[in-house]
């Protein structure tokens, strides 16, 4: 029974990043068509800002319940961040522990106006 519960977590969370990932991809679409330079206007560094907090929120969500999500319903034992996104790797649901570090660090960097 706690197995069934897990895996509907582990879905619900899957959905939710799935719709995460909508939202991204429509910031990213309407910010991909802004002049990269030094000044922006106050609509365009609203719309990078909203892409970032959406950024931000996929990152979560990937990290923070998807992948500990799964660890739940494969029953291992929670550790620390490091420890799930190992696991995620030894499973190949990423290729390399560096690309989670990238996304955090990119989720770290805010746009500057």
Same mark, same amino acid.
């Given at each position: 029974m706690? $197995? /069934?519960k897990?895996?509907?977590?582990? #879905?619900?969370? @899957?959905n939710a990043l799935i719709d995460s990932v909508k939202w991204l991809k429509r910031s990213y679409n309407i910010c991909g068509s802004l002049e990269n330079n030094d000044s922006f206007t106050d609509e365009e560094f609203d719309s990078l800002e909203a892409m970032s907090s959406r950024f931000s929120r996929v990152t979560d969500?990937? @990290? #923070?319940?998807?992948?500990?999500?799964?660890? &739940?319903v494969e029953m291992e034992e929670q550790g620390s961040i490091i420890d799930v996104v190992n696991r995620a790797e030894k499973r190949?649901? @990423? &290729?390399?522990?560096?690309?989670?570090?990238?996304? $955090?660090?990119?989720? /770290?960097?805010r746009p500057k106006k």
């Amino acid at each position: 029974m706690k $197995k /069934n519960k897990n895996t509907l977590l582990l #879905q619900d969370n @899957i959905n939710a990043l799935i719709d995460s990932v909508k939202w991204l991809k429509r910031s990213y679409n309407i910010c991909g068509s802004l002049e990269n330079n030094d000044s922006f206007t106050d609509e365009e560094f609203d719309s990078l800002e909203a892409m970032s907090s959406r950024f931000s929120r996929v990152t979560d969500i990937l @990290i #923070q319940k998807v992948f500990r999500s799964i660890d &739940h319903v494969e029953m291992e034992e929670q550790g620390s961040i490091i420890d799930v996104v190992n696991r995620a790797e030894k499973r190949g649901i @990423i &290729h390399s522990v560096e690309e989670i570090r990238e996304m $955090k660090d990119l989720r /770290n960097e805010r746009p500057k106006k």
